[in-house]
């Protein structure tokens, strides 16, 4: 059974500051997921990745299948910022779809 | 840009009744799945719908819960007794052909009293 681990589980940081939030997963996987969590609940995908890196705009994504391993980075936080962040891998290898598998989330809080 | 779309928001219902969850995935998709959330706790895999049919379901996906397409744009979750646990926040999430990004909705939050 696949297991997702996301570290910290909460961070705190103040404006501008650069930020990593790491995720590890058990057994291999086809792709991963980094989701946003706002306080109201909902969930939106930032990006899906299944090797290398991923940027968009201040947001930089990057995985290492081999070491199973995946990195979130944010770049002069903002406290807009402050939200759970996700790591949720894609089971299964091959194909196009499969279920996520999600960690509990890492609780980001900015300060201005 | 399209999104998923999720009903009712909020929902509270007294335990033993049945409850009816709605989402409308994005119009082009074919792969459609439910997650909860219980508060305080991480995300957790439902059910996965393709082609008309469970593709994959968890342990948690009993036989009190129930999916169904009724028409080209609506994908529903059922749950026919629902118990105090089943309290959580209801994520229907959707993805097109080829791709593996899933589209979430917005959620809805149940509460069994």
């Known amino acids: 059974k696949n297991e997702v681990e996301q570290s910290p589980q909460n961070l705190t940081a103040q404006e501008g500051e650069f930020i990593t939030i790491n995720c590890s997963y058990s057994?291999?996987?086809?792709?991963l997921h980094w989701l946003q969590q706002h306080p109201g609940g909902g969930i939106v995908s930032l990006f899906m990745?299944?090797?290398g890196k991923k940027k968009h705009g201040r947001l930089i994504a990057t995985i290492n299948i081999q070491e199973k391993h995946s990195s979130l980075h944010i770049t002069a936080s903002h406290p807009r910022d402050s939200a759970v962040y996700i790591c949720?891998?894609?089971?299964?290898?091959?194909?196009?779809?499969?279920?996520?598998?999600f960690g509990k989330g890492t609780k980001l809080s900015v300060k201005p | 840009e399209p999104e998923v779309t999720q009903t009712p928001s909020h929902q509270v219902t007294q335990m033993g009744q049945e409850v009816i969850l709605r989402c409308v995935p994005i119009?082009?998709?074919?792969?459609f799945y439910w997650y909860r959330q219980i508060l305080g706790q991480k995300v957790e895999f439902l059910v996965s719908?393709?082609?008309?049919?469970?593709?994959?379901k968890s342990e948690i996906f009993d036989d009190q819960f129930s999916v169904e397409r009724p028409d080209g744009s609506n994908f529903t979750l059922k749950i026919r007794s629902t118990k105090l646990e089943d309290s959580a926040m209801y994520f229907c999430?959707?993805?097109?052909?080829?791709?593996?990004?899933?589209?979430f909705g917005p959620g809805t939050r149940l509460l069994v009293l």
């Open positions: 990745l299944s090797s």
């Open positions: 999430a959707s993805s097109g052909a080829g791709e593996r990004t899933q589209y």
């Open positions: 719908f393709y082609n008309n049919e469970i593709s994959e």
């Open positions: 057994v291999g996987i086809s792709a």
């Open positions: 949720a891998a894609i089971d299964g290898y091959g194909g196009s779809q499969g279920n996520l598998i």
């Open positions: 119009s082009n998709h074919l792969y």
